[in-house]
């Protein structure tokens, strides 16, 4: 199956709100807090859709400064159930590492919960390692955070030079 990423917008926060809660349980973000963080100024949200029907597949967010960021952090990376296992969460973690590039960061920065163990592994195949564990960070469930970093690399993909 293959994907279209594009720049998530007001419209597309029913489907991310809706699949928010059966993606991320106790840890899912409210509806308010989701609006803020696609309208944010600072913020690059993506949405991805399935490119045979246009299913709502998942989202990622980065924030960071655009042109003057030195460091970003990833918000969020969520794959809607049906879509894993697909590479998606590569994808949308890859571009928004490039999208953290153009906007100069030097480093990108994301939490992770210590207990999902397909997404630890994802990170730190793509270069991220963890500096630090933050002791029941994610609640009410009290699972702790690893707090892990990576440097973009490279250019960013369609870059001109």
Same mark, same amino acid.
């Given at each position: ?36 963080? +696609? ?6 949200? @993506?949405?991805? !859709? %399935?490119?045979?029907?246009? /299913?709502? =597949?998942? *989202? ?41 590039? +153009? ?6 920065? @994301?939490?992770? !919960? %210590?207990?999902?163990?397909? /997404?630890? =592994?994802? *990170? ?38």
């Amino acid at each position: 199956m293959t994907y279209t990423l594009s720049l998530a917008v007001l419209e597309d926060l029913p489907d991310m709100i809706e699949n928010e809660a059966t993606i991320f349980g106790s840890d899912a973000w409210s509806p308010e807090l989701m609006v803020e963080e +696609v309208s944010h100024p600072l913020n690059y949200y @993506l949405v991805a !859709r %399935a490119n045979e029907d246009q /299913a709502f =597949a998942g *989202y990622a967010g980065l924030r960071a400064a655009p042109h003057t960021a030195d460091s970003g952090d990833i918000q969020t990376i969520a794959v809607a159930e049906g879509h894993r296992g697909r590479g998606l969460g590569r994808t949308l973690l890859r571009a928004l590492l490039d999208e953290a590039l +153009v906007r100069g960061a030097r480093d990108v920065f @994301l939490e992770v !919960r %210590a207990d999902n163990e397909v /997404a630890i =592994a994802l *990170y730190e195949s793509e270069g991220f390692v963890t500096l630090d564990r933050r002791v029941g960070y994610y609640q009410p469930d009290g699972v702790d955070a690893l707090v892990m970093k990576t440097a973009p690399r490279g250019k960013p993909v369609g870059s001109a030079e």
